[in-house]
């Protein structure tokens, strides 16, 4: 199962400042969440790639904002992971900085997917994302991530849990499961990323039936054995 435009996604290039992000995009879907939430994997399964994004068990890897276009305007962009305290102070303050004015001051920027971990409550920094994308209209979809790791009851507990949070407080945001590993999600999520894209799959064509003699509804097709021809 694959998208006919994010399977086309490609890396253009790394930066740390909107002042360097390219100018020809006219439309952007970003990746955001806290660090280890399944971001890049969810990106490499949502393009049908294996090694799009970097994915990695040590949390903080991705340090600069990645362009990934799908054709000449559109481009998925993977943000810089959130709240992972071990990083360098400095470092950490200039992935804020460059999270900020990417978020706030990119006009091509349409809608944020942000992704949490399906098996805890939202942290606090998932919070001030939520309440910060309100403040200014971001849209936001978010992904459960990792809901395979759950059954499928505390699965759609959790979904609801959340869906009822973000109507009374965050109605910007929508919300599903996602599982990278299961590959579930996919067509809701590839919806989302159409609705923000203004991208209209197209329709698969029916294949035309084959001419020729038609086969009875009921009748078997002829076996042959040796020079006996026979039907069941």
């Known amino acids: 199962m694959q998208h006919p435009l994010y399977q086309q996604a490609t890396y253009l290039k790394s930066v740390p400042t909107i002042d360097l992000c390219p100018e020809e995009m006219t439309r952007e879907v970003a990746f955001a969440g806290r660090s280890n939430a399944g971001k ?52 950490k303050r200039a992935w804020e900085v460059g999270l900020t004015s990417y978020i706030e001051g990119r006009a091509s920027l349409k809608g944020l997917i942000l992704l949490m971990d ?55 945001a929508t919300a599903q499961l996602f599982s990278s590993l299961k590959r579930e999600g996919l067509n809701e999520v590839w919806n989302k990323l159409d609705e923000w894209m203004e991208y209209e799959r197209p329709i698969k064509e029916k294949k035309a039936p084959v001419e020729g003699k038609k086969i009875r509804p009921g009748s078997k097709k002829a076996k042959t054995k040796g020079n006996i021809r026979r039907f069941n």
């Open 118 to 172: 399906s098996r805890m409550p939202p942290t606090d920094i998932d919070l001030q994302m939520l309440a910060w994308t309100h403040e200014i209209g971001l849209p936001v979809h978010v992904l459960l991530t990792k809901s395979d790791k759950l059954k499928k009851g505390p699965a759609k507990a959790s979904l609801l849990k959340l869906r009822q949070l973000l109507k009374e407080a965050y109605p910007n």
């Open 40 to 91: 890049s994997s969810a990106l490499n399964v949502i393009t049908s790639q294996k090694t799009l994004a970097r994915t990695s068990k040590t949390p903080g890897r991705t340090q600069l904002i990645n362009f990934f276009p799908v054709d000449e305007t559109r481009a998925l962009v993977d943000l810089p992971g959130y709240g992972f305290a071990k990083v360098n102070i400095k470092i």
